[in-house]
């Protein structure tokens, strides 16, 4: 199993970083591993922590309609460039915490996304540079407000929610470039989204690139790759489950604000 990266608060309310063990211990880390955080002597026990969302941004960038048929579900041309987006770092939540349904919408869709961390300053850089600024991956749920996507003719308001970015569990350094990326809802066998992550129209490294050409992506910052086809509705006591092959699940439920 590929080296599964964490933070975690412990029953004192101190967030680390660290190495989750196959025990589920986590070693602990002095520093962020993108800012070469190192093994420390201390470990923490399964009983004594919490997992928080991997890492801590200072901005989230997403982008839309980065596969063909998503684009065409939506009724839309795939862009001919990226179209992006920031989400606030206050909608993060980790994974198995809740998704608040705010009371302004009707119609609140799962979106299962693979995200990419960033592990150094990155500015004005050309796709081959920001392969390497690409720290590690994890999963997003890029949790939206459609009725209000629609209303508000700008996104701000559907995507900024708090709770609307389920992040984590954890960071893997690499990913098999054809990995699978599924949604599930309860108890349901059949994913509800299903594609390839090569099937990205804009592939990670010109996503980054391009970001970096408007504004400076920072160490722990997060980009959205946007989500394939079979978007859907959310209801108040759902369970909504994003896989991608390599990296695990991220899992959340709905309940209402
Ligand atoms: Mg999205």
């Not at 890492?55 to 960038?61: L, M, T």
């Not at 209000?148 to 690499?174: H, M, N, S, Y």
Request: glycine letters at 8%; a negative charge; aromatic letters at 8%.
């Amino acid at each position: 199993m590929a080296q599964r990266y964490v933070r975690v608060q412990n029953q004192e309310g101190i967030i680390y970083y660290g190495l989750l063990q196959i025990s589920l211990d986590v070693q602990v880390l002095d520093a962020p591993p993108w800012l070469q955080g190192q093994p420390t002597d201390l470990n923490l026990e399964p009983d004594s922590y919490q997992i928080l969302a991997p890492c801590s941004p200072s901005k989230i960038v997403a982008v839309g309609k980065n596969y063909a048929d998503h684009a065409a579900e939506m009724g839309t041309d795939v862009p001919s460039e990226p179209l992006i987006f920031i989400k606030p770092p206050t909608s993060i939540i980790a994974s198995e915490t809740e998704i608040k349904y705010p009371p302004q919408s009707q119609r609140v869709d799962y979106e299962g996304e693979l995200a990419l961390v960033i592990g150094d300053r990155t500015s004005d850089c050309t796709p081959e540079e920001a392969h390497s600024k690409i720290w590690g991956y994890t999963i997003a749920n890029d949790v939206t407000a459609r009725d209000l996507q629609k209303r508000d003719g700008q996104w701000t308001r559907a995507k900024g929610f708090d709770t609307f970015c389920p992040l984590g569990p954890w960071i893997v350094r690499e990913l098999n470039p054809g990995a699978r990326l599924q949604t599930f809802l309860n108890e349901d066998a059949l994913p509800v989204q299903s594609a390839c992550i090569d099937q990205m129209v804009f592939p990670p490294d010109f996503l980054v690139s391009y970001i970096s050409q408007v504004m400076t992506l920072q160490p722990g910052d997060v980009v959205l790759t946007g989500t394939p086809f079979g978007v859907g509705q959310l209801h108040v006591g759902d369970r909504v489950r994003v896989e991608i092959e390599g990296i695990g699940r991220l899992e959340n439920t709905v309940t209402k604000r």
